[in-house]
């Protein structure tokens, strides 16, 4: 039996879905275990890998080549389902970190271990019998890095990471000071894309929505003084720069509400890291200094340009 057919076998044995018995799952698993074509089920290991190693093992070792844009693919079909059935776990990272991680959970580890061995029935059994259990501690474990926040007066909660919690500083910190009384029309989680997202308000200020535009992080908007602010969470990538801010432009050519730029930062050592990439007629806002604002032209202060 080849080892996409004994992974195979492994998914369906502990319970997963049909659909999580397909040959990309199978890779997956095979390429967490580090199993290769002749390799042994006792010696897979459980090291923190990317979607791109993933991909990178199963091409190389199983010559199964899967193009770089199907990495959503990966998570949707395989990743996510897996992390549920709390066969994985991730590091808690954004999901847009160059940082973030997966790796089996040392449970299913000593499991994979056992497979195709005299124990594996009985430990098959044990891990069976714990397996509720064991996917309320790691969903528990997912819960208690969450980040609750209040948008529009409701209760949302964040995944963990340092993008969202750039931008519950956002909503929390810089909203109330220089953009009192606005709506947050969008915002995004670093797990569920589109926390809030009020596409009829959208439409109405006369947004271009589809499919290929990526919004920005953060969409404010003050009825009051009929200004859009886009902001953007920057921690790694993606600043105001000009190209981004022609992508926005292009989205809202038909919006006749002014309009405002800023890249918001956690911290002042991140905006030097960025300072030379930010477009002129722009605003930067630093949440370690919340009381104010840098404005990149001295013509005038904070308004559309």
Not at 47 to 67: C, P
Not at 115 to 128: N, P
């Amino acid at each position: 039996m080849s080892k996409i057919e004994e992974a195979r076998e492994f998914l369906e044995s502990v319970g997963m879905p049909k659909k999580q018995q397909n040959n990309l799952c199978c890779y997956v698993l095979l390429a967490m275990s580090q199993i290769k074509p002749n390799g042994f089920w006792q010696d897979s290991t459980n090291e923190w890998i990317r979607i791109h190693d993933i991909m990178q093992f199963t091409n190389t070792f199983y010559e199964v080549k899967y193009a770089e844009n199907s990495r959503e693919t990966f998570r949707k079909q395989a990743l996510h389902p897996f992390r549920t059935a709390a066969l994985i776990e991730d590091n808690g990272k954004a999901t847009n970190s160059p940082n973030y991680r997966y790796r089996l959970t040392e449970e299913s580890l000593k499991l994979i271990q056992q497979f195709k061995s005299e124990a594996w029935g009985e430990s098959l059994k044990t891990f069976l019998t714990n397996h509720t259990s064991l996917i309320e501690i790691y969903a528990s474990k997912k819960k208690m890095t969450k980040m609750d926040v209040k948008i529009n007066n409701k209760e949302f909660t964040f995944s963990a990471g340092k993008h969202n919690k750039l931008q519950k500083e956002i909503i929390e910190e810089f909203a109330p000071r220089f953009a009192p009384g606005s709506e947050c029309l969008y915002v995004g989680d670093t797990t569920a894309k589109d926390l809030v997202k009020n596409n009829e308000k959208l439409m109405s200020l006369g947004f271009k929505i589809t499919l290929h535009d990526k919004m920005p992080d953060v969409v404010l908007y003050s009825e009051e003084k009929n200004w859009i602010y886009f902001i953007e969470s920057v921690t790694s990538v993606g600043p105001m720069d000009p190209k981004r801010i022609l992508e926005i432009n292009d989205m809202t050519t038909n919006v006749s509400a002014g309009r405002i730029f800023v890249t918001a930062f956690l911290d002042f050592a991140t905006y030097k890291k960025f300072s030379n990439q930010l477009a002129w007629e722009t605003e930067v806002w630093i949440a370690d200094m919340p009381e104010h604002m840098i404005h990149l032209n001295g013509d005038r202060f904070m308004g559309p340009r």
